[in-house]
């Protein structure tokens, strides 16, 4: 005859109360992003430093969040248009969509592969960036927060004309030529879509 053992019993429950609240506090959430979605394009020239600006993006994106903090971002993908970058100089754009091959290659792509989390708020994301057909792998340095649910990101990084096959661009018959070197900097809100619990 088998005996009650109240000290097994509590132990199951104990398990089981842990489980769930591992779950609870641990919950993988689909977001896309949301509002104003701002990223610009810096550069230099032989005439003066220049600013091209794009606020049309499609993204989504799969995150990990424990309480208010973003833990982990497990995929995430953003599209914008070549021809919605801007400089508000009609006849740069012409040059910049040109470079660009905007015509053929509509689309600027970046697909994360991995997210890591520093300290502070801060992250490495690592991801493929396609422009004008080339892909090549680029690293964003992100600064993250959260605030009613959405999830605030900033971030930014160094490219290369050349490393995506460009030339870089002149104008005024040669004499003013752009320099090779860009920076990429962005702003998004990521708004959850749906959320279910981590197992």
Do not use: C, H, W
């Given at each position: 005859m088998r005996t009650f053992n109240p000290i097994k019993l509590i132990s199951v429950f104990s398990i089981l109360l842990g489980l769930s609240f591992?779950?609870?506090?641990?919950?993988q959430t689909q977001f896309q992003l949301a509002g104003k979605t701002e990223l610009k394009v810096n550069g230099t020239s032989t005439l003066h430093d220049w600013e091209m600006t794009s606020a049309q993006a499609q993204g989504k994106a799969e995150m990990i969040l424990e309480g208010t903090t973003l833990k982990n971002v497990k995929s995430a993908s953003v599209t914008l248009k070549t021809q919605s970058i801007k400089s508000g100089t009609a006849k740069m754009d012409d040059i910049a969509y040109e470079t660009l091959k905007a015509n053929?290659?509509?689309?600027?792509?970046?697909?994360?592969?991995?997210?890591?989390?520093?300290?502070?708020?801060?992250?490495?994301?690592?991801?493929?960036?396609?422009?004008?057909?080339?892909?090549?792998?680029?690293?964003?340095?992100?600064?993250?927060?959260?605030?009613?649910?959405?999830?605030?990101?900033?971030?930014?990084?160094?490219?290369?004309?050349?490393?995506?096959?460009?030339?870089?661009?002149?104008?005024?018959?040669?004499?003013?030529?752009?320099?090779?070197?860009?920076?990429?900097?962005?702003?998004?809100?990521?708004?959850?879509?749906?959320?279910?619990?981590?197992?």
């Open positions: 591992g779950n609870t506090l641990l919950a053929k290659f509509t689309d600027i792509v970046f697909t994360l592969t991995s997210f890591r989390a520093l300290d502070n708020n801060r992250a490495l994301a690592v991801g493929n960036l396609t422009i004008a057909g080339t892909t090549k792998p680029v690293t964003f340095n992100v600064e993250t927060s959260t605030k009613s649910g959405v999830v605030q990101m900033t971030g930014e990084t160094n490219i290369k004309f050349t490393e995506f096959g460009i030339k870089p661009p002149t104008a005024l018959l040669g004499t003013v030529k752009t320099g090779n070197d860009l920076k990429l900097s962005f702003k998004a809100s990521f708004q959850p879509t749906a959320s279910y619990t981590k197992n």
